[in-house]
């Protein structure tokens, strides 16, 4: 019997001794890394030997004992031992999980206007054309300093199909965007919609402002007039950057709709999780790493709260 709360999965079985479970997330730990790194030499030494080996037998035999043998150990063994840890993880871990978040910013509650999902992501404009899958973990809606807020952390793939020699196709997989998605609920409405992505090289020109740095960084849209210049003041456009440093990430692109104002940043930064670099065998370190990323976003929240033309008032 399973039941499912706040995004964690419980599994009815009987909860693991701290040494048990460290031992055993270890173990998954260790394996996922291990095949990991097989797959990376395999997929070095195939791309090697179809570019060193003369032989066109030859070559073809080892570009897909070797490269396509270090994808598939790099995507099914290492990944799979990945999506072990993290059921395990939650499976022992989560009613800590689930404690020590809502504490932080209270019960999770979900309402339509808040929701970051694949349909919500499309609505940013984010890297249109080049991501095909979206995927969004330890997704949290609540509150900080009154302020109603959700967050995620969120990965967008693009996904095709590449034919391998006498098997067929290959669905592939290649990450265009990791980073945080963060919403809040602004004091005020927005005078109108206002838009701003990174600029690419397909960007329309967009609302020039009075920031050269920004206006070659970022292209605005937003309805004729001066509306986007309430929002886009030298303060504002300084905080995001303060922002973006603050969690060691770059601004990929904000809105500004109604009263929400929704952010994604790219960045290895991990709400409601544990650092990639933190042993798993040690318990008390990955409960700690746990709870400062929680800190961490209550911190970066602050930040954005300085903001008086979306937060004015607020404590």
């Given at each position: 019997m399973k039941?499912?709360?706040?995004?964690?999965?419980?599994?009815?079985?009987?909860?693991?001794?701290?040494?048990?479970?460290s031992k055993?997330?270890?173990?998954?730990?260790?394996?996922?890394?291990?095949?990991?790194?097989?797959?990376?030499?395999?997929?070095?030494?195939?791309?090697?030997?179809?570019?060193?080996?003369?032989?066109?037998?030859?070559?073809?035999?080892?570009?897909?004992?070797?490269?396509?043998?270090?994808?598939?150990?790099a995507l099914f063994l290492g990944g799979?031992?990945?999506?072990?840890?993290?059921?395990?993880?939650?499976?022992?871990?989560?009613?800590?999980?689930?404690?020590?978040?809502?504490?932080?910013?209270?019960?999770?509650?979900?309402?339509?206007?808040?929701?970051?999902?694949?349909?919500?992501?499309?609505?940013?404009?984010?890297?249109?054309?080049?991501?095909?899958?979206?995927?969004?973990e330890n997704f949290h809606e609540g509150t900080h300093r009154g302020v109603h807020f959700s967050a995620a952390n969120v990965?967008?793939?693009?996904?095709?199909?590449?034919?391998?020699?006498?098997?067929?196709?290959?669905t592939c997989r290649d990450k265009v965007f990791k980073g945080l998605v963060l919403r809040c609920e602004t004091c005020v409405p927005a005078p109108s919609p206002i838009r701003v992505n990174a600029r690419t090289e397909s960007s329309p020109r967009g609302v020039v402002t009075d920031n050269e740095i920004f206006d070659r960084s970022f292209c605005v849209t937003a309805e004729p007039g001066q509306d986007a210049f309430y929002l886009l003041t030298p303060q504002f456009m300084e905080?995001?950057?303060?922002?973006?440093?603050?969690i060691e990430g770059h601004i990929l692109g904000f809105r500004w709709e109604n009263s929400i104002f929704s952010l994604a940043l790219e960045t290895d930064f991990g709400f409601a999780a544990i650092a990639s670099d933190v042993a798993l065998r040690d318990l008390d370190a990955a409960r700690r790493s746990y709870t400062k990323s929680l800190q961490e976003m209550g911190e970066t929240l602050d930040l954005l709260l300085k903001n008086a033309t979306l937060f004015a008032g607020r404590d």
């Amino acid at each position: 019997m399973k039941k499912k709360t706040n995004g964690f999965e419980t599994v009815g079985t009987e909860k693991m001794t701290d040494a048990e479970l460290s031992k055993k997330l270890g173990h998954y730990q260790k394996m996922s890394s291990a095949w990991l790194l097989v797959g990376l030499i395999g997929v070095v030494g195939g791309t090697i030997s179809f570019f060193a080996v003369q032989d066109a037998a030859l070559k073809a035999i080892l570009v897909t004992v070797l490269f396509f043998g270090g994808v598939c150990c790099a995507l099914f063994l290492g990944g799979g031992a990945q999506k072990k840890l993290k059921a395990l993880m939650h499976e022992q871990l989560g009613d800590f999980f689930r404690a020590e978040l809502e504490k932080a910013f209270g019960p999770d509650i979900h309402t339509p206007e808040m929701r970051i999902n694949e349909p919500f992501m499309k609505t940013l404009h984010l890297l249109d054309g080049q991501w095909e899958e979206c995927e969004v973990e330890n997704f949290h809606e609540g509150t900080h300093r009154g302020v109603h807020f959700s967050a995620a952390n969120v990965r967008l793939d693009h996904v095709y199909e590449r034919a391998i020699a006498h098997e067929g196709l290959e669905t592939c997989r290649d990450k265009v965007f990791k980073g945080l998605v963060l919403r809040c609920e602004t004091c005020v409405p927005a005078p109108s919609p206002i838009r701003v992505n990174a600029r690419t090289e397909s960007s329309p020109r967009g609302v020039v402002t009075d920031n050269e740095i920004f206006d070659r960084s970022f292209c605005v849209t937003a309805e004729p007039g001066q509306d986007a210049f309430y929002l886009l003041t030298p303060q504002f456009m300084e905080l995001l950057e303060t922002f973006g440093q603050r969690i060691e990430g770059h601004i990929l692109g904000f809105r500004w709709e109604n009263s929400i104002f929704s952010l994604a940043l790219e960045t290895d930064f991990g709400f409601a999780a544990i650092a990639s670099d933190v042993a798993l065998r040690d318990l008390d370190a990955a409960r700690r790493s746990y709870t400062k990323s929680l800190q961490e976003m209550g911190e970066t929240l602050d930040l954005l709260l300085k903001n008086a033309t979306l937060f004015a008032g607020r404590d």
